[in-house]
Nanobody, 127 residues
Framework: QLQLVESGGGLVQPGGSLKLSCAAS????????IGWFRQAPGKEREGVSC????????NYADSVKGRFTISRDNAKNTVYLQMNSLKPEDTAVYYC????????????????????WGQGTQVTVSS
């Protein structure tokens, strides 16, 4: 009943763009920080970006800074990840997670097994 659903993944050529969405149902995201994570084959899950409940503060992995932008529309109960200048190494399953806001800034470590997690959406960057 309480779900996060990612969408927007797909196949894109290097240098292309995708916009991922993370939509909540059964609960409101107004008071939740949201994180985007990804896991590539043979690699551990890594944090990509996160945003605080108000949208006033964001955090990005060094590997995506300047290329990805996280945003949220609490009225739509949705968080987005705009992915530009995509590289093959961005290929992964992308997951969103939600956890209660606990501070002024978001950190990847605040998202745990006890957080809400979506099912993931595949992003493949290939020529």
């Amino acid at each position: 009943q309480l779900q996060l659903v990612e969408s927007g993944g797909g196949l894109v050529q290097p240098g292309g763009s995708l916009k991922l969405s993370c939509a909540a149902s059964g609960f409101t995201l107004d008071y939740y920080n949201i994180g985007w994570f990804r896991q590539a084959p043979g690699k551990e899950r890594e944090g990509v970006s996160c945003i605080v409940s108000s949208g006033g503060s964001t955090n990005y992995a060094d590997s995506v800074k300047g290329r990805f932008t996280i945003s949220r529309d609490n009225a739509k109960n949705t968080v987005y990840l705009q992915m530009n200048s995509l590289k093959p190494e961005d290929t992964a399953v992308y997951y969103c997670a939600a956890d209660t806001n606990i501070g002024r800034y978001c950190r990847f470590r605040e998202f745990t097994v006890d957080s809400y997690w979506g099912q993931g959406t595949q992003v493949t960057v290939s020529s």
